[in-house]
């Protein structure tokens, strides 16, 4: 469980996909003036360099992010996940990469914070050292998931958890969420993300449908995969679930899907946007 480094796969088309609707969604909390709080699960190291071992063994980056940097016109629904990414880089090169947690604190503003849980030991000294003299910042070396519930509801009131572990065992699909259904008990006015990804299509179907039949109202699926269902080994594609969506992420997805899946796949992939369960169950 603990082997899993995400510096290998940082940048890749996952990674795509999951950190511009991220920003998206910190984006919309930023429309009210209200403070929020973050809350990661499963914070990495907080951010990468492609020069590194882990980058330069794999380069999925190339399969990813690089290509969206590549472009020279690219849709408004990516200007604050490129910022971010712009932020952390000089010129015109792609060297260095945010991961979810570095990713949140460019585009948070001052009344906001961030509550981030880590429990590999060299990722969470690295996200130690990124942000130890950040107030904004709370760092810890635990269980995210099992952690999670005593966070909530937050002092803020309003709040975006997100959930983004490795998948690395099985019992994962079924602890995510057996967490989110105790925390959304807690905080139902939260905004929850699970990000999941599509290698054993059955395992994947099969833990959406928990969800589906859970109660819990507004739930937005939105998937992107770059092959289909069992071409390789491994992943092969990737989605967000989102309980209680912002305003317009249905919207923003639908323009910005298609874009993706031209410039990262040359049209060959396929994507999904469909609310999973509406805001009224029953």
Same mark, same amino acid.
């Given at each position: 469980?603990?082997?899993?480094? $995400?510096?290998?796969?940082?940048?890749?088309?996952?990674?795509?996909?999951?950190?511009?609707?991220?920003?998206?969604? *910190?984006?919309? &909390?930023?429309?009210?003036?209200?403070?929020?709080?973050?809350?990661?699960?499963?914070?990495?190291?907080? =951010?990468? %360099?492609?020069?590194?071992?882990?980058?330069?063994?794999?380069?999925? +980056?190339?399969?990813? *992010?690089?290509?969206?940097?590549?472009?020279?016109?690219?849709?408004?629904?990516?200007?604050?996940?490129?910022?971010?990414?712009?932020?952390?880089?000089?010129?015109?090169?792609?060297?260095?990469?945010?991961?979810?947690?570095?990713?949140?604190?460019? &585009?948070?503003?001052?009344?906001?914070?961030?509550?981030?849980?880590?429990? $590999?030991?060299?990722?969470?000294?690295?996200? $130690?050292?990124?942000? /130890?003299?950040?107030?904004?910042?709370?760092?810890?070396?635990?269980?995210?998931?099992?952690?999670?519930?005593?966070? !909530?509801?937050?002092?803020?009131?309003?709040? !975006?958890?997100?959930?983004?572990?490795?998948?690395?065992? =099985?019992?994962? +699909?079924?602890? /995510? *969420?057996? #967490?989110?259904?105790?925390?959304?008990?807690?905080?139902?006015?939260?905004?929850? /993300?699970?990000?999941?990804?599509?290698?054993?299509?059955?395992?994947?179907?099969?833990?959406? =449908?928990?969800?589906?039949?859970?109660?819990?109202?507004?739930?937005?699926?939105?998937?992107?995969?770059?092959?289909?269902?069992? %071409?390789?080994?491994?992943?092969?594609?990737?989605?967000? !679930?989102?309980?209680?969506?912002?305003?317009?992420? !249905?919207?923003?997805?639908?323009?910005?899907?298609?874009? &993706?899946?031209?410039?990262?796949?040359?049209?060959?992939? #396929?994507?999904?946007?469909?609310?999973?369960?509406?805001?009224? /169950?029953?």
């Amino acid at each position: 469980m603990l082997s899993y480094r $995400h510096g290998f796969h940082a940048g890749n088309f996952a990674d795509v996909l999951k950190h511009s609707l991220l920003a998206l969604a *910190i984006s919309a &909390l930023k429309r009210k003036d209200k403070p929020f709080v973050y809350i990661d699960t499963h914070a990495g190291a907080g =951010k990468y %360099a492609f020069k590194s071992e882990f980058s330069q063994k794999t380069g999925e +980056y190339q399969q990813g *992010i690089q290509k969206v940097w590549d472009e020279a016109q690219p849709p408004a629904e990516l200007a604050a996940y490129l910022a971010a990414i712009r932020a952390e880089n000089t010129g015109r090169r792609l060297l260095r990469y945010p991961g979810s947690p570095q990713l949140v604190r460019r &585009l948070i503003r001052n009344q906001d914070r961030l509550q981030l849980s880590e429990l $590999h030991t060299s990722d969470f000294q690295a996200l $130690h050292e990124l942000f /130890v003299a950040d107030k904004q910042v709370s760092v810890s070396k635990e269980d995210g998931l099992e952690k999670l519930a005593k966070k !909530l509801p937050p002092i803020q009131k309003r709040g !975006l958890v997100f959930i983004d572990p490795s998948y690395e065992i =099985k019992s994962e +699909y079924s602890r /995510v *969420i057996e #967490t989110l259904e105790q925390a959304y008990r807690r905080f139902a006015t939260g905004i929850f /993300v699970l990000w999941y990804p599509v290698i054993d299509r059955d395992v994947t179907e099969a833990m959406l =449908k928990r969800m589906q039949l859970s109660g819990i109202p507004k739930q937005l699926r939105i998937e992107h995969c770059v092959a289909p269902d069992g %071409a390789w080994s491994g992943m092969t594609g990737s989605g967000m !679930l989102f309980i209680n969506p912002p305003w317009l992420l !249905l919207q923003q997805a639908e323009m910005l899907l298609p874009w &993706l899946n031209r410039v990262l796949t040359d049209g060959q992939g #396929t994507w999904t946007i469909e609310w999973w369960v509406p805001e009224k /169950v029953g």
